[in-house]
């Protein structure tokens, strides 16, 4: 696994090279439902992991979130430090201990993050770092491709429920690692939907913690 992520880090370096702002600057879906969601919280500081070159830190900082980004292509952030200017901005590997304060955040978003080249133990490790990293009653939502999704079993198989297509690496999330992703949280909503042209299938997760 550590050489598959490694191999996903330096493909992601190469994209965000070759196609600057490669998924534009309008937000994700499900950093607008993120957004409101959070503001209804009353949350002042959102992270976001797997920042990318920035269009949901981008639509956080807009709607008026103290923001803090975080990526393992360094690439992507010198994009996203060029159109957002004031955002936190800071490399990290997601198979990393985040280099951030206990109970200093409101808030986290993760847009398919968790389902890239992870391991479920990597993933559980890191949706523990995140409790955290929030402070008591903080929301966190992500999204990740699930079980359902056209392209889960095809491709390179790396075990786990990972299986790469065309350079990219993806974690199918069965339900019941979801479910078991909230264990010590609230699960408030898991919302499958549709994105992109394939169409990708995923869940929105929305959890708080106790």
């Known amino acids: ?38 503001a209804a919280a009353g ?8 920042a990318g070159h920035g269009r949901d830190a ?18 992507g952030l010198v994009q996203l430090r060029a159109r957002v ?12 201990p985040l280099p951030l304060a206990t109970a200093g955040v409101d808030a986290a978003f993760a847009h398919m993050l968790l389902c890239m080249a992870l391991s479920t133990d990597e993933i559980r490790r890191l949706v523990g770092e995140v409790a955290r990293v929030l402070r008591p009653g903080g929301t966190f939502v992500y999204t990740a491709r699930h079980t359902g999704d056209a392209h889960h079993g095809t491709g390179i198989a790396h075990g786990d ?3 790469e297509q065309d350079g990219f690496a993806v974690h199918f999330f069965p339900r019941a690692l979801v479910d078991g992703l909230a264990e010590g949280w609230v699960l408030a909503e898991v919302h499958p939907f549709e994105e992109g042209e394939l169409p990708r299938r995923l869940w929105r997760v929305t959890q708080v913690l106790r």
Request: hydrophobic letters at 45%.
């Open 85 to 96: 200017p004031g955002v936190g901005a800071f490399v990290h590997d997601a198979r990393d």
């Open 161 to 163: 429920d990972i299986y």
């Open 1 to 38: 696994m550590t050489d598959l992520g490694g191999q996903q880090r330096e493909h992601w370096e190469g994209v965000h090279r070759a196609r600057p702002a490669m998924y534009g600057w309008e937000p994700s879906s499900a950093a607008v439902h993120a957004a409101r969601v959070f």
């Open 58 to 75: 981008a639509h956080f900082a807009r709607r008026g979130f103290r923001v803090l980004a975080g990526d393992f292509s360094a690439e």
């Open 43 to 50: 949350a002042q500081v959102v992270l976001e992991l797997g």
